[in-house]
């Protein structure tokens, strides 16, 4: 009885260590993913100021329009 109490309890420990480091690996994994999509964001946001700051460059607010 206490045998085999013992080996449902190592297994149940093998079965915990496996997932854990199948866990670690996905949290792994997703860190990664997200580091990714910080940079394509900050990446973004810099192109979308630097459109913004030559749009605002090119066109003076005071100039009239084509058609006057």
């Known amino acids: 009885m206490l045998e085999e109490r ?4 190592e297994t149940k420990i093998a079965f915990q260590e496996d997932l854990i480091e199948e ?3 996905i949290v792994y994994q997703q860190q ?3 580091n ?3 940079a394509t964001c900050a990446s973004l946001a810099r192109r979308m100021q630097s459109l ?3 749009l605002h460059e090119s066109k003076p607010a005071s100039e009239r329009p084509p058609h006057y």
């Open 6 to 9: 013992l080996v449902n309890i």
């Open 23 to 25: 866990l670690n690996k």
């Open 32 to 34: 990664q993913k997200l």
């Open 36 to 38: 990714q999509l910080e």
């Open 52 to 54: 913004a700051d030559s």
